[in-house]
């Protein structure tokens, strides 16, 4: 993956989520693989993730941050920050 930070995280529970498009996708898995595709600046103004670099998650409904913190858990936003590449579970239409 062109030698980029590889970690993960993904969320707790099977919800789904509409992402504006019509097509429901899943909150992050475990096992997951992300293109984060806009940095991610967080309240305190670290930015936790950044666009470039890949990310695996290895909790249910969390991505794993560059800091190899594994528990930020996400909600319907993540597609704006985030590029599903590899896909533990099927996407749903």
């Known amino acids: 993956m062109n030698g980029e930070l590889i970690t993960g995280m993904t969320h707790t529970g099977l919800a789904s989520l ?6 429901k996708e899943s ?6 693989v992300f293109l984060c595709v806009r940095d991610v600046i967080m309240n305190d103004g ?5 666009k470039g670099h890949f990310y695996k ?3 249910e409904g969390s991505i794993t941050d560059e800091e190899g913190y594994t528990l930020h858990h996400w909600t319907n936003n993540w597609t704006i920050y ?5 896909a533990r579970t099927p996407i749903s239409l």
């Open 18 to 23: 509409n992402n504006g498009e019509g097509i």
């Open 27 to 32: 909150l992050p898995q475990k096992g997951d």
């Open 46 to 50: 670290e930015i936790d993730y950044l």
């Open 57 to 59: 998650s290895e909790e």
């Open 82 to 86: 985030f590029k599903r590449l590899i």
